[in-house]
């Protein structure tokens, strides 16, 4: 999954990236494309840091890439994450993330009122789908 993109930088974060050889080989396969300037695996939390060349490979090429070295049909690859990014930036995936959010508040501000670890827990409740909320409209926060 992708987790952030800025210009020529991606990170990729994926459980199975923490075993040792399906890391190896993303990386190996990543290294060899031209345009990639680095890759860093980090096993620890299973993530894949790509640093590229935009303007002689793209993220779609990157995405083909990593497909290929897995023994992955690049187009289902593509379609998976497609369906991903629709569920969690969906219509109604931002409408529930608000509302609860607007939840979230009106619960932390009640509980000042009658217990603190209320108020904390929906405090974190709310930084939470915060987040989220920032997460799903990055793009336009990013302009």
Known sequence: MVVCETEGRVRFRDAALKAEDIGNTVREALRKTPGV??????RRVGSL???????????????EKIAQALGVDPEMFREHLKNLQRTLAGVGARRNVKRGMLGALGLALGGLLVHEGLHVAAGAVFAALLAAHLYQNRRTLMR
């Open 37 to 42: 300037l680095r890759t860093e695996v980090n």
């Open 49 to 63: 840091l790509v640093l590229y060349d935009k303007a002689s490979i793209g993220l779609k090429d990157i995405l």
